[in-house]
């Protein structure tokens, strides 16, 4: 079979492009991209789809203005319009941190880009090699089977065309075919994780258990994809069974979901948390779990999650619903550094201290969650903690330029009722932070930086 054969059936088999006329795809200029937008150029007029190309600079290199070049160039000869992006700084080194910084920035512009152009999806070049990188990592993590699945081949508005193709092959259809790539001098940079899992850890498990080790890691995640798969649709419709809504929230019928499979009763709780607080929220291990004690038999709350989401027993059900405690809009508490200041009606509740740069450690680019690192004389000792006003906007960290508060909490999918309970730290009448969301780029910690104000947010009062 053919290389773009190979890549049609994907397509076909995941049905990738169902619905959607236009893709954006993003190129870097490397083999993988570079082959991407070639076959997916040969391919458009049967896939009936027009394509956009998106380049986006991470500031990590010296040779990216030759990058663009050669991706422009490369767009031009396919007749394929482009849109370049730049990074808004070049970030800090320093491996995990860094990586999941670069992913932020690169999603949000492709995302921006595709928003821009009316396109249904943004293809990347993923392959068969990045998924079982992938699967390696997340295990060395402690990934449980959802992460074990891997990369999917279709994450709305995400496709990946090239997930079955190996990266050998990539490589050997681009020289057949004459066409050039881009080396990235990045990839040799072994303070990055993925690049110390590709050039040293792959190849010596290989070396010591024998050859064959990405097919394998590659075949467990389709299999546990599939099981994903099939526990979700179960668990949906277990949802559907046992769960009413009404304005108040959600209820959950508390002896129905007992009775579930440990497996099946998680899930249903993951979906109930993303129904009610929005699909692209993602709750945590810890979420879950409390959830789970308080059915069993914790009290009967109610209890604070994250997000803004309360949970209660109420006799046969267990309830997810917004605080009860009532909204008061224009909500604003100054604080001081160190310092505490709660907003408990929207469930936010902080603590402020400056710390010596340096007793962070050299990296501090390994920002734990609900955590936010300001540079501390930037910042000052006077903040505020208030809710949003008309006409706030900041310099979200990452995306390069000044963004209207409101358009940022869009993109950032919050729902419509809840973006009156979205925190801004300011300083100085700057927005410092979009409390669990992002920080100002103004407000970052740089090489020169001294002092850092180390914000922590819970989501309820300790």
Same mark, same amino acid.
């Given at each position: 079979m053919s290389l773009a054969a190979a890549v049609l059936a994907t397509i076909e088999r995941h049905a990738l492009l169902r619905g959607a006329r236009r893709v954006v795809v993003a190129v870097s200029g490397g083999a993988d991209s570079t082959a991407l937008i070639h076959l997916l150029a040969a391919l458009r007029a049967q896939l009936s789809v027009d394509l956009h190309?998106?380049?986006?600079?991470? %500031?990590?290199? &010296?040779?990216?203005?030759?990058?663009?070049?050669?991706?422009?160039?490369?767009?031009?000869?396919? !007749? *394929?319009?482009?849109?370049?992006? =730049?990074?808004?700084?070049?970030?800090?080194?320093?491996? %995990? %941190?860094?990586? &999941?910084?670069?992913?932020?920035a690169r999603a949000a512009f492709l995302e921006q880009v595709a928003r821009d152009v009316g396109a249904e999806r943004i293809a +990347?070049?993923?392959?068969?090699?990045?998924? &079982?990188?992938?699967?390696?990592?997340?295990?060395?993590?402690?990934?449980?089977?959802?992460?074990?699945?891997?990369?999917?081949?279709?994450?709305?508005?995400?496709?990946?065309?090239?997930?079955?193709?190996?990266?050998?092959? /990539?490589?050997?259809?681009?020289?057949?075919?004459?066409?050039?790539?881009?080396?990235?001098?990045?990839?040799?940079?072994?303070?990055?994780?993925?690049n110390r899992v590709r050039r040293d850890l792959l190849p010596r498990l290989e070396a010591d258990f024998g050859p064959g080790l990405t097919e394998r890691l590659t075949a467990l995640a389709d299999l546990l994809r599939e099981d994903e798969e099939c526990l979700d649709?179960?668990?949906?419709?277990?949802?559907?069974?046992?769960?009413?809504?009404?304005?108040?929230?959600?209820?959950?019928?508390?002896? %129905?979901? +007992?009775?579930?499979? &440990?497996?099946?009763?998680?899930?249903?709780l993951r979906w109930a948390f993303r129904e009610f607080r929005g699909r692209e929220f993602f709750p945590s291990r810890a979420v879950i779990a409390r959830l789970e004690r308080l059915l069993e038999g914790e009290a009967p709350g109610p209890i604070h999650l994250a997000a803004g989401v309360e949970a209660a027993r109420d006799g046969a059900e267990l309830l997810l619903r917004h605080p009860t405690a009532p909204f008061v809009g224009g909500f604003h508490a100054p604080c001081r550094v160190p310092g505490k200041v709660a907003w408990p009606e929207a469930d936010i509740y902080l603590t402020l201290q400056e710390v010596d740069r340096w007793s962070l450690g050299t990296d501090i680019t390994q920002v734990p969650a609900g955590v936010a690192f300001l540079d501390g004389e930037r910042a000052g000792e006077e903040l505020e903690l208030r809710s949003r006003r008309p006409g706030d906007s900041f310099f979200p960290l990452g995306l390069g330029g000044r963004k209207k508060l409101q358009d940022f909490l869009v993109d950032a999918r =919050?729902?419509? !009722?809840?973006?009156?309970? =979205?925190?801004?730290?300011?300083?100085?009448?700057? *927005?410092?932070? =979009?409390?669990?969301?992002? /920080?100002?780029?103004?407000?970052? *910690?740089?090489?020169?930086?001294?002092?850092?104000? *180390?914000?922590?947010?819970?989501?309820?009062?300790?």
């Open positions: 190309a998106a380049h986006f600079d991470h %500031g990590w290199r &010296a040779d990216a203005a030759a990058d663009r070049a050669a991706v422009s160039a490369t767009a031009e000869r396919l !007749g *394929v319009p482009l849109s370049c992006g =730049v990074a808004s700084s070049t970030p800090r080194t320093g491996g %995990g %941190g860094r990586e &999941a910084r670069a992913r932020a +990347t070049g993923h392959t068969r090699d990045d998924q &079982a990188e992938t699967v390696l990592l997340r295990l060395l993590r402690g990934a449980g089977s959802r992460g074990l699945a891997g990369i999917s081949p279709l994450r709305l508005p995400y496709i990946r065309p090239l997930l079955a193709t190996r990266r050998a092959a /990539i490589v050997a259809w681009l020289r057949a075919e004459g066409i050039g790539w881009r080396e990235d001098s990045t990839n040799a940079d072994l303070s990055l994780t993925r649709k179960t668990a949906r419709e277990a949802l559907e069974e046992l769960s009413r809504r009404d304005a108040a929230g959600l209820a959950l019928d508390r002896a %129905g979901l +007992t009775d579930q499979p &440990a497996a099946i009763r998680r899930r249903v =919050v729902p419509r !009722g809840q973006r009156d309970r =979205v925190g801004l730290l300011t300083a100085a009448g700057e *927005v410092a932070w =979009v409390v669990g969301h992002r /920080i100002d780029d103004r407000f970052r *910690v740089t090489e020169s930086t001294r002092r850092v104000l *180390v914000v922590s947010s819970t989501t309820e009062e300790s």
